[in-house]
């Protein structure tokens, strides 16, 4: 990653396990200073310590993102140094539901980190960088984006917002000399999914596709991770003739399916 275009520091949205781990490590590793940001101290402070033990200089702040004040937040920590590279990737899943059962509270707290919290790092981080000319976004999508799914409504069409704005925030920003892209993510072995009780075995690594989404930063609106399977059901899902049968048929599927619709995907990407 070429720090003198997207250093000196890097945000993590999200930094302090899974995806967002691996990008902090990888970044690390290429002399970048980063600040990390998610929920629980613990975690995040494990994982300073590790990186800063080879050396990395490191910030962290304890935000929960589906708080108005997740921004004002963040800036407290970073309103002295230039961070080049944003990278928003909280936003998982963890609660599933008929829209209309679910407490507004849940629904609301998805759209906040999804929608509202994206918008908003990406509008401030944003605008300092094409200030100096120069930096990255990443925001981290998922396949769910491209067709709304039963019991995930909120989810779901919260990642359709990113994949669109970002396909409208990089087309305004390239000019500019600030790189922007959807990271779109499949099934990816997690924390926060083996939590949930996925069958983690059969996902894609976290280094995997935080190294791709660092390689990709430059081949933007959108990079689907290279999984077995993944383009292949972004095609599918996309479909435009007949949506109705498209997310009858293409739903995602409830957890206790999800090892044999990966399994499924892995047969079919290798015909
Ligand atoms: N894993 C998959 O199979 C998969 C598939 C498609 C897309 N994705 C996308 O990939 C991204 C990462 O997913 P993930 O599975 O690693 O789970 P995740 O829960 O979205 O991300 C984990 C990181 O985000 C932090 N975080 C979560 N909610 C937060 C909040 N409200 N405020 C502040 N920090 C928060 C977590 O720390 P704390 O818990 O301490 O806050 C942790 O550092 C998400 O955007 C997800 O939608 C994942």
Request: proline share 4%.
């Amino acid at each position: 990653m070429d720090i003198k275009k997207y250093g000196p520091w890097a945000l993590v949205v999200g930094g302090s396990e899974g995806v967002g781990a691996a990008f902090a490590q990888l970044l690390a590793e290429d002399g970048f200073k980063l600040v990390l940001i998610a929920r629980k101290q613990e975690p995040l402070d494990q994982l300073a310590a590790e990186l800063r033990a080879n050396g990395a200089e490191v910030r962290t702040a304890s935000v929960d993102l589906s708080r108005h004040d997740a921004l004002a937040k963040t800036r407290a920590q970073t309103y002295d140094i230039d961070i080049g590279l944003l990278i928003y990737n909280a936003g998982a899943n963890s609660i599933r539901g008929r829209f209309t059962d679910l407490p507004k509270d849940v629904t609301q707290a998805v759209i906040a980190v999804n929608v509202i919290g994206q918008a908003d790092f990406a509008r401030h981080y944003g605008a300092l960088m094409v200030k100096r000319g120069r930096g990255g976004i990443i925001l981290t999508g998922s396949l769910g984006g491209y067709l709304g799914s039963p019991t995930l409504a909120a989810y779901t069409a919260s990642k359709s917002f990113s994949r669109i704005f970002t396909e409208a925030l990089w087309a305004e920003c390239a000019p500019l000399g600030v790189d922007v892209l959807h990271l779109n993510i499949g099934f990816t072995a997690t924390p926060a999914m083996a939590r949930l009780g996925m069958p983690v075995n059969m996902a894609e690594s976290p280094e995997k596709v935080a190294r791709e989404g660092l390689e990709n930063i430059v081949n933007g609106p959108v990079w689907i991770v290279s999984t077995p399977g993944n383009i292949e059901r972004a095609r599918l899902i996309s479909r435009v003739d007949d949506r109705a049968a498209t997310v009858r048929a293409h739903a995602i599927a409830p957890r206790e399916d999800t090892a044999q619709a990966a399994a499924l995907m892995q047969k079919f990407a290798a015909r």
